[in-house]
Structure formats: structure tokens, C-alpha cells
């Protein structure tokens, strides 16, 4: 494990939908060492905390890395607020990221709204070999589908009221799929109902499963034990905390009542 | 470069600056970032007889200028702590301050005897927990109670033994008189101020434990009134603590009368926050031209 805290000079950012904003940050020190599934811990000026955000691209070469985030209350309306040429207070790369493996075949991706954007690394990573099912609520809320195309994954949207793609949950054309054929892992991010019923459904299939969970955060390093989520390794439960040893977790270890 | 050295209860501290019990772990993360020997002391989390794993989350909320926490004294509990986290610790050129936070007197006194074997500098004992339903502030919050579990640690140990205040009470000078007539060493405070937050779309509190300790910048002018306070009713140095977060801050809850102090939540928000207090606080002594920061513990000059 290896971050960093300081400034960094944001050189893109536009808005992607109703109040999602997407930044590209010049950090190179960060992109060196990002891992699919890590998060960046932001500051937003005048705040106490800082605020979580995944990592939703890496680009090493270039020394940069890009967050997608909706404005939910104070903090990231704040965060909203910067622009290009003004500089974002990150403490970076944090978290244990998604298990990548190079002998999967074919993997599925799922996202579930503002979860989707940690599935875009994946994504640049799997390639052809991944399908992407991402779920919103509605059309105005769908983001990052041409990202996901130009990577060559193959994608399948799925929004609430069928405004946009198929009508219903990510859960339907995903046992669609696992019911059909094999496939080496499932990892998803999104709203706990939706990891909760995946989960089951990987279980089902005897799939391997790994979810990104939030928790409210404190240091985003695992020393203040603020983050705390209840988690069942071999029959023993733990207290695992979501910044360290997550968010990522494998499916399986999840106390998803907890 | 001035002369930051303080002493306390016999105790060589390089410099004033120590991050707070509960928000370090024990240091581990943070040596990613800076050397702990750049720091005069750490105090470790609140330790307990056996394992504790806390409250359930939510267990942090933003509020005006500061948060509010309700983690519960989640930790491994003593052993594991003295097997895993002490001896490297004790390697990393710092004092070490070990926080116990019992539920019971008994269990205080227990660990206490443990960690009375081992290398540790000092103990600080945590009678001023707002997040636990035993123990914790209920010890701090009559002098009774305070003096009665201090006499009782006391005994256990020969460490110098610090014991930290709760702001949660009437008259922080009478518990502290009474702590210090039954053989503290030194004082620590304040610790976290009790408080609520409701998020007014669902009516619930944001805090699954319903109430939290209030910490940061919002809580620095309490802390000063009750270092300030405390310092005119005893003799022994205190650590003050509470809203810390710049150099300027440090030194004046020093003037208030602190001998050092320590670095709560402003390290959640600059995980540099304790390094970059002890570089300013040396830059005011320079450009003060004070030669040793042991000057300006005590100098508020009241009306
Ligand atoms: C590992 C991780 C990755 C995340 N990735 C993204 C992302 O890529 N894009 C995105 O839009 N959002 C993401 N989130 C959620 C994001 O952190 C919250 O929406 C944000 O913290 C809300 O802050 P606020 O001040 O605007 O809202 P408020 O509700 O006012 O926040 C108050 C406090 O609660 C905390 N909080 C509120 N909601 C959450 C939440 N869901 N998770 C954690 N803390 C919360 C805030 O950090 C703050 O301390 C992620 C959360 C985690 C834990
Ligand atoms: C997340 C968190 C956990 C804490 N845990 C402990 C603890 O275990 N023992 C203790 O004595 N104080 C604990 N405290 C209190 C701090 O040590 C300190 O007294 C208080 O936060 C005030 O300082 P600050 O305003 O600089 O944060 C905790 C504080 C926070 C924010
Ligand atoms: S946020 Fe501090 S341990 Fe996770």
C-alpha cells in the first residue's frame, strides 16, 4: 500500500448528467499506484471530512486520473465547485481494490448508478472478455455507456421505468447470463439491495463475486476504526473496515444484514 | 530553531505535539506518510481487557466546523495489543502513551498491571468516553467516581500516569483536584464533548448510537476555558487537547496552560496536521524570539 496527500491540478471536468460531474486530475504519483476499485479520499474546502470517491479511470502514462460523482449534500456540491485549473485536495489511492486475474475468460461487470464508475477500469482491463450491465434509475441518470463501449466490452443498460434500454433490475439479464454460461467472476458496485441480491444470485451459480461497499469515513486509512462493517470469514465474524480491508470484498464475506 | 522539549511527569518529550488517543491507531498508517519519530508522543487507541468491537456504523457525521464520533472503543483488546502493537512502537523513537479505557475499575486496574511490565512511557486513562455504555464518562463525571478509580490505578502502576478529562461535566476544576489529590501524574483534556445530529428527511439520528463526541475546531474555545481552568486549580502539567488543528492553536491553549498537547480530528482532515503544528510552532517561537517553548506554557495574561 502506498498513497499520498496533497493538491492536485484538475484538468478536466465537465458535467455528465443531472448534477454527476466527471474530473480528470493530473496526479502522477496517485495514477502509479491506483488499482482498479481503490477510491480517492477528497477535501472539499472548509470541510472536516473528507469525502470518498472511486477511481473510475487510471491512465499511467499520462500521469492522471478521472472521478465521476453525483452532488449529494454539502461536501460534494462543494467538490462540484472546482474546475478546471483549481486544485482538489486528495489523500490517494486508498482500499483493497478488485482481485484481477489474467486467466479469466469472461467476467461481468455490474453497476448500479453512481457505482457504476469503479466498473471502468475493470472494463479497460477485461475488454471483449467482460460484459458491462449497468442499472439507473431513470435515463437522465444514465452515464459512461460510450466509455464502456470504446473499451470493447459489451454492454447492456437496464434502467427503473424503461426510459432507457431494458426495463428492470441489473439482476435479470445477469442469471440470464450465469444461467447460460460460464463465467469466472461477477464484480459490482451500486446501492446495498442490489450487491445484496447479486450476491445471491452468484451463490446460486457458484460464482465469484467481489462488491464495492461504502461506509461513512473518518481517516480513509484504517486507523480510527470509524468505518466498521461486519464481515464473516470462515464461519468467524469480523469487523472488517470498509477503507483497508475494503471496500472491495468477495461477496461471500459479507454480513449483508449487518 | 528553538528548544521544543517539554517535560512531563519526568518524562522527555522532543517536541509539544501528540497525536490524540483514537484517531492514530497505533501509527501504522501514518508512517506511510511521515517518520513517528518526528513526533513528540502517541497516544495509542483505548485499550480494554478483551476484544471490543464498538457500535454499530454509522459511526461518524460532519457538523459545523467539527464531527461527531460514536466508534465505541472498538480495539483488540491488551494482549494482543502488547504483542502486536507495543514492541513496535517502543522501536519508533517517540513517546508512547498507552490510553486504557475499562469498563469497570477492576479492569482498568488489570490493565494497568499489565502494561506496568512492559516499556511503555506513560499511561493515560480514559475516564471520559461518551460512546460506551459502561465505564467511560460515567468514572469522570463525579469527583467520586474520578478519584476513586485514579486511586485505584494508581496502585496498580509506577507509571507516570495521565488521566483524561471529559468536558461532560459542571466543573472540570473540582474532578480535577480530585484526580490529582489521589496521585495522577498529569491531566489530558478534553475529550469529546457529548452530541447529536438527525437527518430531518428520515428523523433519525445520523449516529446509529443516537449520540456522539463532538471534536474538532468547533470544540477549541471550551477546551482553552477548561485547560485554562484546570491550570488554576492544580499543580500537575496538563495535555490539552480539543479543536487543535494549526500551530497557532497549539500555542494558545499552551499559554492557557498546557505543557503539551495532543491532535485529534484535524488529522482526518490534513493527515500532516501533527508535523505541520510542530514546524509552526517552532516559526512562532522564532519569530518571537522565545528560545524554548517551555516560555509560553501558563503566560495568557487575564484580565
Ligand atoms: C469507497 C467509496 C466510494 C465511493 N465512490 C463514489 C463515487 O465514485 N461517486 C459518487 O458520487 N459517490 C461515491 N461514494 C459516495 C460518496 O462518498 C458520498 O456521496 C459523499 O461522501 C457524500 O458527501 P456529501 O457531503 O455531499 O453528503 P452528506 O450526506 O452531507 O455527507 C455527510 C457525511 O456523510 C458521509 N457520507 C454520506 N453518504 C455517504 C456514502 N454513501 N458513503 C460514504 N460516506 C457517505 C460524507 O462523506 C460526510 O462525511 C463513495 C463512497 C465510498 C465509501
Ligand atoms: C474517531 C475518534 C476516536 C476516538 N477514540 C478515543 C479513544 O479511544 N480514547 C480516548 O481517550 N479518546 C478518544 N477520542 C477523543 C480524542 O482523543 C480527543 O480527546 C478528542 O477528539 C478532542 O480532540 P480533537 O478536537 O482534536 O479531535 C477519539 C476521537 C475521535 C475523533
Ligand atoms: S475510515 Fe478510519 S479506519 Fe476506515
Redo the contacts with the bound molecule.
Keep these: 500500500m502506498k498513497y499520498t496527500q496533497g493538491k492536485y491540478l484538475v484538468i478536466e471536468k465537465k458535467a455528465i448528467a443531472k448534477d454527476i460531474f466527471s474530473m480528470k486530475i493530473n496526479c502522477p504519483e496517485i495514477a502509479e499506484n491506483a488499482q482498479p476499485g481503490q477510491f480517492v479520499h477528497v477535501l472539499p474546502t472548509g470541510f472536516t471530512l473528507r469525502r470518498p470517491i472511486s477511481i473510475c479511470d487510471i491512465d499511467k502514462e499520462k500521469g492522471t486520473i478521472r472521478i465521476v460523482f453525483i452532488v449529494k449534500g454539502e461536501g460534494t456540491k462543494e467538490i462540484s465547485a472546482l474546475n478546471e485549473g483549481n486544485v482538489i485536495d486528495m489523500l490517494a489511492p486508498l482500499g483493497h481494490g478488485f482481485t484481477i486475474n489474467e486467466d479469466f475468460k469472461k467476467v461481468i461487470l455490474v453497476g448500479g448508478g453512481i457505482g457504476t464508475p469503479p466498473m471502468l477500469p475493470l472494463a479497460k482491463i477485461y475488454k471483449e472478455k467482460s460484459t458491462v450491465i449497468s442499472g439507473f434509475r431513470s435515463a437522465d441518470a444514465v452515464i459512461l455507456q460510450d466509455d464502456f463501449k470504446n473499451t470493447g466490452a459489451e454492454t447492456i443498460l437496464c434502467t427503473d421505468d424503461g426510459t432507457m434500454g431494458i426495463k428492470g433490475f441489473v439482476t435479470q439479464p445477469l442469471e440470464e447470463i450465469l444461467k447460460s454460461e460460464k463465467i469466472d467472476a461477477v464484480y459490482s458496485c451500486g446501492p446495498m439491495a442490489m450487491l445484496k441480491n447479486i450476491a445471491a444470485v452468484c451463490d446460486k451459480y457458484n460464482t465469484f463475486c467481489e462488491v464495492s461497499l461504502e461506509e461513512r469515513m473518518?481517516c480513509g486509512i484504517g486507523a480510527?476504526l470509524?468505518c466498521a462493517c461486519k464481515t464473516n470469514v470462515n464461519g468467524e465474524e469480523h469487523f472488517a473496515h470498509v477503507c483497508k480491508n475494503g471496500p472491495v470484498f468477495n461477496s461471500k464475506e459479507v454480513v449483508w444484514n449487518g | 530553531m528553538a528548544d521544543l522539549s517539554v517535560n512531563i511527569a519526568g518524562v522527555e518529550f522532543k517536541n509539544p505535539v501528540i497525536p490524540?488517543?483514537?484517531?492514530f491507531g497505533y501509527g501504522r498508517e501514518y508512517e506511510e506518510l511521515f517518520s513517528l519519530s518526528r513526533l513528540g508522543g502517541i497516544?495509542t487507541?483505548?485499550t480494554t481487557i478483551t476484544k471490543r468491537n464498538g457500535n454499530p456504523a454509522p459511526r461518524?457525521a460532519e457538523t459545523p466546523s467539527g464531527?461527531l464520533?460514536s466508534?465505541g472503543?472498538q480495539n483488540p483488546g491488551i494482549d494482543k495489543f502488547l504483542e502486536t502493537e507495543l514492541p513496535n512502537l517502543m522501536k519508533k523513537d517517540t513517546v508512547i502513551l498507552a490510553?486504557i479505557?475499562g469498563s469497570t475499575a477492576e479492569e482498568c486496574v488489570e490493565i494497568a498491571k499489565k502494561l506496568d511490565q512492559t516499556d511503555v512511557h506513560m499511561i493515560?486513562l480514559?475516564i471520559?468516553?461518551p460512546n460506551v455504555k459502561q465505564g467511560g464518562m460515567a468514572f469522570g463525571a463525579s469527583c467520586d467516581g474520578a478519584a476513586s478509580i485514579t486511586k485505584q490505578v494508581r496502585k496498580a502502576t509506577k507509571k507516570p500516569l495521565i488521566v483524561?478529562l471529559s468536558p461532560n461535566v459542571t466543573s472540570i476544576a473540582e474532578i480535577a483536584k480530585s484526580v490529582e489529590a489521589e496521585g495522577a501524574d498529569a491531566l489530558s483534556l478534553?475529550?469529546?464533548v457529548l452530541g447529536m445530529r438527525i437527518d430531518i428527511n428520515t428523523k433519525r439520528p445520523i449516529l446509529k448510537n443516537n449520540m456522539g463526541?463532538l471534536?474538532?475546531p468547533a470544540?477549541l474555545p471550551i477546551a482553552v476555558r477548561m485547560v485554562w481552568q484546570t491550570a488554576n486549580a492544580v499543580n500537575i502539567p496538563i495535555i490539552g487537547?480539543?479543536?487543535?488543528s494549526k500551530a497557532e492553536e497549539a500555542v494558545e491553549i499552551m499559554m492557557a496552560g498546557a505543557s503539551a498537547v495532543?491532535?485529534?480530528?484535524?488529522i482526518f482532515t490534513d493527515p500532516y496536521a501533527p508535523v505541520k503544528i510542530i514546524d509552526g510552532i517552532n516559526d512562532y517561537l522564532d519569530r518571537n524570539n522565545i528560545s524554548s517553548v517551555r516560555d509560553i506554557i501558563g503566560t495568557v495574561e487575564p484580565w
Design positions: 473518518g480510527c470509524v | 490524540a488517543s483514537g484517531v497516544a487507541k483505548g461518524i464531527m464520533n466508534v472503543l490510553n479505557a493515560e480514559n471520559s468516553c483524561k478534553i475529550n469529546t463526541g471534536s474538532g470544540i487537547m480539543g479543536g487543535i495532543q491532535v485529534g480530528a484535524a
